[in-house]
């Protein structure tokens, strides 16, 4: 099973971008999830989505981000509207299966103000 983010960039504060996370080896997953990781700092969750739709989000995104899932694609996206330097960050996406984690390997986004 392989996760494979892409999608990120440099865009500057206000802007908008989606990122990708492809899953080949397996559907997708009933709990798939974005973390971030910005330098210095903790991973944390961004965004979580079930196969269901039902999303979550950290408090920082609500409103400006959006995750969604296209099962025919097997790929999950994270569409970030509003975008803020401290967004700056790797974005990871994640799947957790009966107690096992997959996750990608990143993808940097960084907001220019």
């Known amino acids: 099973v392989q996760l494979q983010a892409s999608g990120g960039g440099l865009v500057q504060a206000g802007g908008s971008l989606r990122v990708s996370c492809a899953v080949s080896?397996?559907?997708?997953?009933?709990?798939m999830g974005w973390y971030r990781q910005a330098p210095g700092k903790q991973r944390e969750l961004v965004a979580a989505?079930?196969?269901?739709?039902?999303?979550n989000y950290a408090d920082s995104v609500k409103g400006r981000f959006t995750a969604s899932r296209d099962n025919a694609k097997n790929t999950m996206y994270l569409q970030m509207n509003s975008l803020r330097p401290e967004d700056t960050a790797v974005y990871y996406c994640?799947?957790?299966?009966?107690?096992?984690?997959?996750w990608g390997q990143g993808t940097q986004v960084t907001v220019s103000s």
């Open positions: 994640a799947a957790e299966d009966y107690g096992l984690e997959y």
């Open positions: 080896g397996s559907s997708l997953f009933n709990a």
């Open positions: 989505i079930t196969s269901g739709g039902m999303t």
